[in-house]
């Protein structure tokens, strides 16, 4: 069919097929290295600044930023009252400590 073609010796194809190799090691390496989050519930206002940081994180601001896979703690024992409805979970969220009253 094409007569000009010769085949690729073995020793380009060894090469090649290193060359494949090393290229998927170095996508695998740079592949982001993503852990679960601990989340600490430290304060008892609803629903907050929107956002979950370490001045202020609210059981509703915890459960909108958590992943699957993270964690949410508890700092406070206090009754988390809450006034902006109903919390939606819909990941597994596994809490650990003692969770306070809500």
Avoid: K
């Avoid at 069919?1 to 190799?21: D, G, Q, T």
């Avoid at 998927?24 to 600490?40: F, G």
């Avoid at 008892?44 to 949410?72: F, H, K, W, Y």
Wanted: charged share 15%.
């Amino acid at each position: 069919m094409f007569p000009n073609i010769r085949p690729v010796p073995n020793s380009i194809r060894i090469w090649l097929l290193l060359a494949f190799a090393s290229a998927l090691v170095l996508l695998a390496s740079l592949a982001p290295n993503v852990q679960a989050a601990d989340l600490t519930v430290n304060s008892l206002n609803d629903p907050g600044t929107g956002v979950c940081d370490s001045t202020e994180c609210t059981l509703r601001e915890a459960i909108d930023a958590a992943s699957s896979g993270d964690s949410i703690d508890f700092s406070v024992t206090e009754t988390i009252n809450l006034s902006s409805g109903h919390l939606i979970i819909n990941q597994d969220r596994p809490s650990s400590g003692q969770v306070p009253p809500i």
